[in-house]
């Protein structure tokens, strides 16, 4: 009896860590991304995009 309680308690632990782990992963991936309209290359920091939008319009 105290067994089963023992893995009834260890498995919903486990269950919870991992749903903690898919929701940090799904955040990390919906982090903002700046995506050029012209070559379609995308960038994570906002300075960047800008510095290569900037090619763009010296041409």
């Known amino acids: ?3 089963g309680l023992y893995l009834l ?3 919903i632990v486990l269950a919870v ?3 903690a ?3 940090v992963r799904d955040s ?3 982090q903002a991304v700046w995506i050029c309209t012209d070559c379609r290359v ?3 920091s ?3 995009a800008r510095d290569h939008l900037a ?3 010296q041409h």
């Open 17 to 19: 860590m991992l749903v």
């Open 9 to 11: 308690a260890a498995s």
């Open 55 to 57: 090619t763009h319009q």
């Open 46 to 48: 906002e300075a960047a």
């Open 1 to 3: 009896m105290t067994l």
């Open 42 to 44: 995308g960038f994570s």
């Open 28 to 30: 990390r991936r919906r």
């Open 21 to 23: 782990v898919r929701r």
